[in-house]
């Protein structure tokens, strides 16, 4: 079944205490992204990547960081999380790095952290 | 950048009501156009999406969009709603870059029994 997966689905850690929330795909996509998702201000893009190697920032790229080593994984780091990065986050891939209208972006089930 | 507004944020109907939702886009150029549903407690799902031909885009569970060029609009429509259509809708359009969605902020459907 072709689906994207996030691990942790739900994490409550503190303000410093770096973690790292991780995606997989097994649909061998070359597009990857991570958005957050807040009430009243939808879905904004923090990173995506184009491929293995290729990152690059979105809208809201301030206190993330991600990796891009192997094409199925798009792991998204916080380094010194703080409360205002409580947040519901979302990995999606995609079949096409453009997205054209032929291509399918997928999204996975949802990480919602909350940082005290 | 091209974005989206969606200007209702919260809507109930009653079952078997019609439903509209607005969608506006920013860009005068070529554009393509999502809408997105987000049932609770779940991941996004595609519900239809615009990039060119027929303005009429019928998409999944009896949803449909206008694309109206004049009105730099993408409003989603249903004739008939169910209670299982309580969701989160979004609104998006492909950014510049190609390489990205950008989202509206969402309207939240409450269907009543």
């Known amino acids: 079944e072709a689906q994207v997966t996030q691990n942790p689905r739900y994490l409550i850690t503190v303000t410093g205490k770096k973690l790292t929330v991780t995606c997989s795909q097994n649909m061998n996509h070359e597009y990857m992204s991570w958005y957050r998702q807040d009430p009243g201000l939808g879905l904004r893009q923090i990173y995506y990547s184009m491929n293995v190697e290729v990152t690059d920032k979105g809208d809201v790229p301030e206190g993330y960081k991600v990796s891009r080593k192997e094409k199925r994984n798009f792991p998204l780091i916080l380094e010194s999380p703080s409360p205002n990065q409580t947040s519901l986050y979302f990995c999606?891939?995609?079949?096409?790095?453009?997205?054209?209208?032929?291509?399918?972006?997928?999204f996975g089930p949802g990480t919602r952290l909350t940082v005290l | 950048a091209q974005s989206v507004s969606q200007h209702n944020h919260h809507v109930i109907l009653s079952e078997a009501a019609s439903l509209e939702l607005g969608c506006n886009y920013s860009?005068?150029?070529?554009?393509?156009l999502f809408w997105y549903v987000q049932y609770p407690g779940q991941h996004l799902q595609l519900l239809l999406k615009?990039?060119?031909?027929?303005?009429l885009v019928k998409g999944i569970k009896g949803f449909e969009a206008e694309f109206i060029k004049s009105k730099f609009s993408f409003n989603l429509r249903k004739p008939s709603v169910q209670w299982s259509d309580t969701a989160e809708y979004f609104c998006a359009v492909k950014g510049n870059s190609g390489y990205a969605l950008n989202f509206g902020k969402g309207t939240s459907l409450l269907v009543t029994p």
């Open positions: 999606a891939s995609s079949t096409s790095k453009v997205l054209g209208a032929t291509d399918t972006q997928y």
């Open positions: 615009y990039f060119s031909g027929d303005p």
């Open positions: 860009y005068g150029g070529t554009v393509n």
